[in-house]
């Protein structure tokens, strides 16, 4: 079953497109500070865009998110599972409740006017911060499974899940100065709570593990940060029903970050809602 991120704190029809931008822009007005050696060395050491830890990333989500580590079997994915996003699709869980489904189908037809999708337009915009389908069905989850059959629909949504998810995640991570798994557990956050202002998005939750420990990127142990960060995780996913199933850190990344896994090597074994998954 799909957890879609929660983003309540953000307006009806605010794109998530336009919440990056505010987000890159009060960034930009934080100084940077300078990593430790250490820390700079793991930086530069292989991290979550590395190809192969990236397969790995998209496996680990999928086990939560799909119970299943065929990721690539999520671009046709659609339904509505009640939870007051409308419809959740595709391999990162885009909604047509809070744009970014909106943003993905305004790219997929820059990139491919005309496509199947394309019509559907003037409703996404309508429905968006809503849980609506009007004017999307009867055709639209039809109209997607047959969208993500054409490989520019598929690599539209590798673009929006970097753009929006996996690169902002992982360059934070690393100018934290965290190894592989702490980019991972930087992404799953924001995959599932969203980069809004509210209490349990992904700033609040790295604001509360920076009030607990430092990052290794100011000077600080990189598991005592880690575990600080999980802790936080863990009390945001409790704040809404649908993500009160903690087993994606518990049963998961606590368990690669307690084996001292900082690198995210395989073999891994961890369990997600009772079942059980493994990459050799």
């Not at 489904?101 to 809503?130: F, I, K, Q, W």
């Not at 924001?190 to 593990?209: K, N, P, T």
């Amino acid at each position: 079953m799909r957890h879609p991120y929660p983003d309540p704190a953000r307006p009806a029809g605010t794109s998530r497109r336009t919440v990056l931008a505010m987000a890159c822009a009060s960034l930009a007005t934080v100084p940077l500070v300078t990593p430790s050696p250490a820390a700079a060395a793991a930086v530069r050491a292989a991290g979550l865009d590395d190809p192969a830890k990236k397969d790995i990333a998209m496996r680990l989500v999928s086990s939560a998110e799909n119970s299943s580590l065929d990721w690539k079997a999520q671009y046709e994915y659609i339904e509505d599972i009640g939870d007051g996003r409308g419809y959740t699709a595709g391999i990162i869980g885009f909604c047509s409740g809070t744009g970014d489904m909106l943003d993905l189908v305004e790219h997929y037809t820059d990139r491919s006017p005309g496509n199947v999708l394309a019509r559907y337009l003037p409703a996404l915009r309508e429905v968006d911060g809503s849980d609506s389908h009007e004017g999307l069905d009867p055709g639209f989850p039809g109209d997607w499974r047959r969208a993500a059959g054409d490989p520019e629909f598929r690599r539209a949504q590798d673009h929006e899940r970097d753009r929006v998810y996996f690169g902002p995640a992982v360059r934070r991570a690393k100018a934290d100065g965290l190894r592989t798994l702490g980019q991972f557990a930087y992404y799953d956050a924001i995959v599932m709570h969203g980069d809004g202002g509210d209490s349990a998005s992904f700033g609040s939750i790295r604001a509360r593990a920076l009030g607990r420990a430092r990052p290794p990127a100011r000077g600080g142990d990189e598991v005592a940060y880690l575990h600080a960060f999980l802790d936080a995780r863990v009390w945001a996913m409790k704040q809404e029903e649908a993500h009160s199933d903690t087993s994606r850190v518990d049963t998961a990344q606590r368990v690669f970050l307690r084996e001292g896994n900082l690198d995210l090597d395989p073999p891994l074994d961890w369990h997600v809602y009772g079942d059980a998954y493994h990459i050799g």
